[in-house]
């Protein structure tokens, strides 16, 4: 499958030009994208209650208002809210005022794909996913730099729906990297499964598992902890750089021998079999439901598991290693 990439050279801001843009939501991404968006020279306004966004949006020089009242003169209005607390916002501040004509953007499809937000018929329904968090966004920004982002269009009423998110990518930066075209679907199920399988969940269980296994064998906690999670970082960082040829030969060839021939055994076909079983849970909507429903139950499962995490001997041997280290920044 070809993908359609677009750079600054193939975007037009103009789409931009002369609108009221409104981002809902001062967060990690609400604030990058405010921010990038203020800095390419469009108008921007804040919809934030009170608290940490408000007060943050504030010191940045915008004068939030209650998404109710900061949507209304919004001609395109910028969705950066958690996935599960957006639709509840959407349908009590959002949707009585969202007339045709409008566009209503999203930083993730998570809320179209699964239809717990429906908007209206006569409205551009749009989507820019910038591909990393958005404290990386506003940095790359400002370096001149840029993130990459999908964009998509699920619905295009006003028949200019893709130029106006291309121009939003571009106002944020993304289109010095590139812009790719892509579905609010394929979007939302391979971002899911990435950090279900490999970024967060994969990564993390497999780190558990190398720890323990080494500290059942009798090896020093904190040993255990530099050898399976702390060197992770300069691994992904040569990966990130030079992709896993480019690791492999920045590594000793004892270490990409022993990659080549012992990683196969730890995904084996038992675990691409588990692999297909989750994404399938992403596609059917089994998880968006099982998510969503959590939260509304008040998230006492997660808060479980949250807590006997984060109270392992993982996390204690990992305290212990930082504090050699007292130049690490805490990134939370």
């Given amino acids: 499958m070809s993908l359609r990439i677009y750079r600054d050279k193939d975007i037009s801001l103009e789409p931009l030009h002369g609108r009221a843009l409104c981002v809902v939501g001062y967060g990690n991404q609400g604030r990058a994208h405010a921010l990038n968006l203020r800095d390419s020279g469009f108008r921007v306004e804040v919809g934030q209650r009170p608290g940490a966004g408000f007060a943050q949006a504030t010191a940045d020089g915008f004068a939030p208002q209650p998404v109710s009242e900061a949507v209304v003169p919004a001609d395109l209005i910028i969705l950066t809210l958690p996935d599960e607390t957006a639709a509840e916002t959407y349908a009590d501040s959002v949707a009585p005022v969202l007339q045709p004509g409008r566009a209503l953007g999203f930083v993730h499809g998570f809320n179209i794909r699964f239809q717990f937000i429906d908007p209206p018929p006569g409205v551009d329904v749009i989507m820019v996913a910038p591909k990393g968090p958005g404290s990386l966004l506003r940095s790359l920004y400002l370096e001149n730099k840029g993130l990459p982002s999908l964009v998509a269009v699920e619905r295009d009423a006003s028949g200019g729906a893709l130029p106006l998110a291309l121009a939003w990518a571009a106002g944020i930066g993304s289109a010095r990297a590139g812009v790719i075209e892509t579905t609010f679907a394929d979007e939302t199920e391979t971002d899911l499964f990435g950090e279900q399988t490999i970024l967060c969940g994969g990564v993390t269980s497999l780190m558990k598992a190398a720890f323990e296994t080494l500290v059942e064998a009798g090896y020093?906690?904190?040993?255990?902890?530099?050898?399976?999670?702390?060197?992770?970082?300069?691994?992904?960082?040569?990966?990130?750089?030079?992709?896993?040829?480019?690791?492999?030969?920045?590594?000793?060839?004892?270490?990409?021998?022993?990659?080549?021939?012992?990683?196969?055994?730890?995904?084996n076909q038992a675990t691409r079999q588990e692999m297909r079983r989750v994404l399938e849970e992403i596609r059917s909507g089994a998880f968006a439901r099982e998510w969503i429903q959590e939260c509304r139950a008040g998230r006492s499962r997660?808060?479980?598991l949250h807590e006997r995490d984060a109270s392992s001997e993982i996390e204690s041997a990992g305290r212990a290693v930082r504090q050699l280290m007292p130049w690490l920044t805490d990134t939370s």
């Fill in 220 to 267: 020093a906690p904190e040993f255990a902890y530099l050898e399976c999670v702390h060197e992770l970082k300069q691994v992904v960082d040569l990966v990130y750089a030079a992709g896993m040829s480019g690791m492999r030969a920045r590594v000793s060839n004892t270490a990409e021998y022993g990659d080549l021939t012992r990683g196969p055994r730890m995904v």
């Fill in 302 to 304: 997660m808060k479980d």
